[in-house]
């Protein structure tokens, strides 16, 4: 389906990146030169999103400022500067900015690098609000740059479910998805995760994932800055 509207949240605090974040928000700490905000705003424009909402908590004047300048997609900022909603909490204040069609909603502190169709594209053409409350990139965990713990397990159909604790075939939850709005007609702008949802939509069988075709990093740490740009190296991702 075209997909015309995207969420990119990026209110977090970046503690486990202190002191760096203490200056700069973690959505625009760089990456082999370039920030992750941009990284998720390049993911955006490469699958045709023409509006993308950027949420703002700490250092928003820096967000702000780094946007504005945008064109593809054109970026409309949500404030959070009186209260941090987290994620699910930023996307129900945003509504009103996102439409009444399912939109992306992506994380600024991931990204991964596509080695076929671009996922979002790819994502985006199978997404079926019929069947659908949510499609999340999944990620197997040899696809990360570190260890990581399974989030969710693949059934049939691509239907997901949580995953048991150290379930060897668990896979990554990858801070990307696409979701029906109609599944926040009763919430409230009020600080909730998008764990409840997920959890939410598993009940009603309603929750899909879509594996990605590529490699993909996360950077929770400044040592993990380092470390992450040399597997790009290695990986033939950057010069």
Same mark, same amino acid.
Do not use: C
């Given at each position: 389906?075209?997909?015309?509207? #995207?969420?990119?949240?990026?209110?977090? !605090?970046?503690?486990?990146?202190?002191?760096?974040?203490?200056?700069?928000?973690?959505?625009?700490?760089?990456?082999?030169?370039?920030? =992750?905000?941009?990284?998720?705003? @390049?993911?955006?424009?490469?699958?045709?999103? +023409?509006?993308?909402?950027?949420?703002? %908590?700490?250092?928003?004047? !820096?967000?702000?400022? %780094?946007?504005? /300048?945008?064109?593809?997609?054109?970026?409309?900022?949500?404030?959070?500067?009186?209260?941090?909603?987290? /994620?699910?909490?930023?996307?129900?204040?945003?509504?009103? !900015?996102?439409?009444?069609?399912?939109?992306?909603?992506?994380? #600024?502190?991931?990204?991964?690098?596509?080695?076929?169709?671009?996922?979002?594209?790819?994502?985006?053409?199978? *997404?079926?609000?019929?069947?659908?409350?949510?499609?999340?990139?999944?990620?197997?965990?040899?696809?990360?740059?570190?260890?990581?713990?399974? @989030?969710?397990?693949?059934?049939?159909?691509?239907?997901?479910?949580?995953?048991?604790?150290? #379930?060897?075939?668990?896979?990554?939850?990858?801070?990307?998805?696409?979701?029906?709005?109609?599944?926040?007609? *009763?919430?409230?702008? +009020?600080?909730? /995760?998008?764990? =409840?949802? *997920?959890?939410?939509?598993?009940?009603?069988?309603?929750?899909?994932? *879509?594996?990605?075709?590529?490699?993909?990093?996360?950077?929770?740490?400044?040592?993990?800055?380092?470390?992450? +740009?040399?597997?790009?190296?290695?990986?033939?991702?950057?010069?």
């Amino acid at each position: 389906m075209k997909i015309t509207h #995207a969420m990119v949240l990026a209110a977090g !605090l970046g503690t486990r990146m202190r002191p760096l974040t203490f200056k700069t928000p973690k959505p625009l700490v760089k990456i082999a030169g370039r920030s =992750l905000l941009d990284r998720a705003l @390049d993911a955006l424009e490469k699958a045709g999103i +023409e509006e993308a909402v950027v949420n703002v %908590h700490h250092l928003a004047d !820096l967000i702000e400022s %780094h946007v504005v /300048s945008r064109k593809k997609p054109h970026v409309t900022i949500s404030d959070e500067r009186a209260k941090l909603l987290d /994620s699910a909490g930023g996307v129900v204040k945003a509504l009103p !900015l996102l439409g009444e069609n399912p939109f992306f909603v992506l994380n #600024a502190d991931t990204f991964w690098v596509d080695h076929g169709t671009p996922t979002l594209e790819a994502m985006a053409n199978r *997404f079926d609000p019929d069947r659908m409350d949510m499609l999340l990139m999944t990620v197997k965990r040899v696809q990360a740059a570190g260890p990581e713990k399974g @989030d969710f397990l693949i059934g049939e159909g691509q239907k997901l479910v949580r995953a048991p604790a150290n #379930a060897p075939e668990a896979v990554i939850y990858g801070g990307a998805l696409i979701v029906n709005p109609k599944i926040f007609a *009763f919430a409230k702008i +009020e600080p909730q /995760s998008l764990n =409840l949802y *997920f959890d939410e939509a598993i009940a009603r069988g309603r929750l899909y994932g *879509f594996p990605l075709d590529g490699n993909w990093y996360t950077v929770g740490t400044i040592a993990m800055i380092g470390t992450v +740009e040399e597997l790009m190296r290695q990986r033939g991702e950057i010069a």
